[in-house]
Every structure is written in structure tokens, then in C-alpha cells.
């Protein structure tokens, strides 16, 4: 089936383009073309196509690639270490839909073998479904540094066992992305999984500058909300943070929330680093899509106020953060522009996965994974593989 969104401004994923139009096939984008030609399009004279196209006018507003979050715990009152399950997948991606994220990567927190193990099964499941937005799943632990856990549980978090890489190594579809702290880990433990796939970031970490640098050499590529749950960066001790920003080929998840990470602190961050090689993340736990402020976390009890979600001691928990509100918050409070921050959230993330070649962008071939924004930046409709949230709700 085929249909057209037209009379609506567009962001390609390198410019805003208005008054134009997008033709979606079989869920992908078939054409780009300019609102006025979508009447003479010689789409309907196409061998094999319908000659009727079903056109629907988005009133000026603007269409934009889907958002791609690659750290989500939890949405509507479900966090996925509770229940990895793909009826949990499929209840987190239906939450943050609503936010704006087509594509993301279901994250589990460090916890039992038994638990990782759901996790992937539940992981590879989603993806065989087809389940609306699932890309693969994200172990963010266990192999973790104690004195950065943040709220990690300390009994959950250890040292590789014999057949740690096997077992992460086992996702049969789909991405696996793997955060780890590199100093708790053997030489060349990176390295093999990186060779069978496995995407790896660091993150809960306090590893030197050195140490980091290796990680990178074996093959690490990504860093896990920068800044949080790692040692400030330091003049003589640059840390994982130094390394980070001074690394032109690797990407770095930014908590844009204003509580995470200060909006000044992000901005100098930003400005080091390469273009493209920040994106957004949001960390979310299940408050997202949900009226509850209290809840658990691996049996500690966590509170929301005011955007904040945090232990009776003050920690940080995760966050209450959704990618449309980070966007937002990129435009007006880090004074980003509209497109940089709309890369952030989508063609960047993309490219960390290894998907550019499908998502971040709206062009010929790609997916039809899209968002619709108004004039504040808040989500109207999305689409997944050219299906309208409305047709879902």
C-alpha cells in the first residue's frame, strides 16, 4: 500500500525543506518531491503500483526522522529489569511512541544471569514479532566499577564470568549494545565481542585516561550517559570523560533533562566533540507515560519531583525524560539549533548503531520511521515502518 504526507515542511536529516511532500511505499519513503508536484507525480504511472494514492495534509507542520533512543529502562509503569519480557518491550516502545521515538533499544541494568538471559530472549523475540520500534536490547551492566554504580545494585554487579562473552554474544537478531567499565574487564574481552558484533560503550566507570584509550583500541565506540556515574574530568587525569571528548570516532549519550548534567557543562561538551558525535538518550525508567511518582527499582524506593527521579539519598535513578522533551530542552536550553538537535535524537544514534543506512534520515530507501511536530516541538504523530500511531491507539 502505498500513500502520500504532503503540504508539510520536512527535515531530510541535513535541511528543513517546505512545502513538500513524501511518497511511502511497503514502509519505506519511495519519494521526496516538492507539494505541488505530487499531482503530476509519475509515482501512479509506475509499472505495478495503484493509481490510487491516498494523500493526507499535515497543515504545515513539520515532519521529521524518527527519534532513536538506545537507553530505555522502562516506560508506563513497566521497567524491564521487573519483567523481561517482550509484552514489556512492546508496553515500553507503545510509551515512548508517544514522545516521538520510533526505534530503541529495550536496556536492562545490571542484575542476575537469569535476568540477562530473559532479557536477550525476550531481545530476540521482540525483533522475530516484529514489534513496533525494537532494534535489540542494551545490557548496561553488570561488569561495572562498584565506586561508580550509581543506582546499580551492588550485589548484582561483578567480573565477567567464564562465558560472559558467549552469553553476550548470543542475541541471534537485532543490535546488542553492551556498557561496561573498562578496568573490570580482561584484555581483549572488548575486543572478541566487538568481533562478533556487539556494539560497546563505557559507562559506570573510573577508568584512567590510559585505560580508556585501550578500550577505544580494542574497539569500543561508545560512552554511556557522559559525565554521570564517572569521575569529573581532571587536569592532570583526563579519565574517561578527557578521552571521550578527545576521541574524534566514538559517539557519547547525553541526559539532556537539566538535572543530569549541567547545561553549561553540556554545551562545553558539545562544542569539543566532532559534529555527530553526540546523541540523546534518555535513561527513562517507567514514570514515563505514567501519573505515579513512587515506585521501585530493584527494591529501592524511588521518587519523581519535579522531573527528578532519585533514591531517599539523592541519587539519580534514571530519569523521567522523554526524547521529544530532550529535543526541546536542546533547542532552549543549550541553544542548539532545531536540525542539530534533531540529529541528536535521530541520524547520530543511527549511525552509532550501524542503521544509518535505514533510519535518521528522510530520503529515497529509507525507512518510513518518522515523527510529526508542531510548532513547540511537541509530537502530533509518528509512523514505524510507514504505520501511523493512529492507526494503533
Not at 534514571?318 to 529535543?327: N, P, W
Not at 534520515?361 to 518510513?368: D, M, P, S
Request: with cysteine; aromatic share 6%.
Amino acid at each position: 500500500m502505498a500513500f502520500a504526507l504532503t503540504e508539510c515542511r520536512i527535515f531530510t536529516g541535513e535541511c528543513i525543506l517546505d512545502d513538500h511532500a513524501v511518497i511511502i511505499k511497503d514502509g519505506r519513503i519511495n519519494k521526496l518531491l516538492p507539494s505541488s508536484d505530487l499531482d503530476s507525480s509519475d509515482f501512479n504511472n509506475s509499472p505495478g503500483t495503484d493509481s490510487s494514492l491516498r494523500v493526507y495534509r499535515l497543515n504545515g507542520e513539520l515532519l521529521a526522522p524518527g527519534y532513536i533512543d538506545t537507553q530505555v529502562n522502562g516506560g508506563a509503569d513497566v521497567l524491564f529489569n521487573d519483567a523481561p519480557s517482550v509484552d514489556s518491550i512492546r508496553a515500553i516502545g507503545a510509551a515512548h511512541r508517544r514522545f516521538g521515538t520510533t526505534a530503541f533499544l529495550p536496556t536492562l541494568i545490571s542484575d542476575s544471569r537469569e535476568k540477562m538471559e530473559a532479557a536477550l530472549a525476550a531481545a530476540n523475540q521482540a525483533m522475530t514479532e516484529q514489534v513496533p520500534g525494537c532494534l535489540g536490547v542494551h545490557l548496561e551492566g553488570p561488569f561495572l566499577n562498584l565506586q561508580r554504580k550509581g543506582v546499580h545494585p551492588e550485589a548484582m554487579i561483578r567480573r565477567p564470568e567464564a562465558d560472559a562473552q558467549q552469553l553476550l554474544t548470543s542475541l541471534k537478531r537485532g543490535k546488542t549494545l553492551v556498557t561496561l567499565a573498562p578496568e573490570q574487564i580482561p584484555d581483549g574481552f572488548i575486543h572478541n565481542l566487538v568481533e562478533s558484533g556487539v556494539i560497546v560503550a563505557a559507562g559506570h566507570t573510573a577508568a584512567t585516561y590510559d585505560q580508556v584509550r585501550h578500550a577505544l583500541s580494542e574497539g569500543l565506540t561508545g560512552f554511556t550517559h557522559l559525565f554521570n556515574a564517572m569521575p569529573p574530568l581532571n587536569s592532570r587525569e583526563p579519565g574517561a570523560v578527557g578521552a571521550a571528548l578527545e576521541d574524534n570516532k566514538s559517539w557519547c549519550g547525553l541526559i539532556v533533562d537539566n538535572h543530569h548534567v549541567h547545561p553549561a557543562t553540556l554545551k562545553i561538551a558539545i562544542n569539543a566533540k566532532p559534529r555527530g558525535g553526540m546523541m540523546l538518550v534518555t535513561d527513562a525508567v517507567q514514570t514515563v507515560g505514567s501519573e505515579n511518582n513512587d515506585f521501585e527499582l530493584l527494591g529501592q524506593k524511588i521518587v519523581r519531583q519535579d522531573g527528578r527521579v532519585s533514591t531517599a539519598e539523592g541519587t539519580l535513578a534514571g530519569s523521567d525524560l522523554d526524547m521529544a522533551s530532550a529535543v526541546r530542552n536542546c533547542v532552549q536550553i543549550l541553544d542548539l539549533t532545531l536540525e542539530e538537535s534533531l540529529r541528536m535524537a535521530s541520524l547520530y544514534p543511527a549511525r552509532f548503531l550501524g542503521l544509518a543506512s535505514d533510519y535518521g534520515r528522510i530520503g529515497q530507501g529509507f525507512k518510513a520511521s518518522m515523527v510529526l511536530l508542531d510548532k513547540d516541538l511537541r509530537v502530533r504523530e509518528t509512523w514505524i515502518d510507514g504505520v501511523s500511531s493512529k492507526e494503533v491507539t
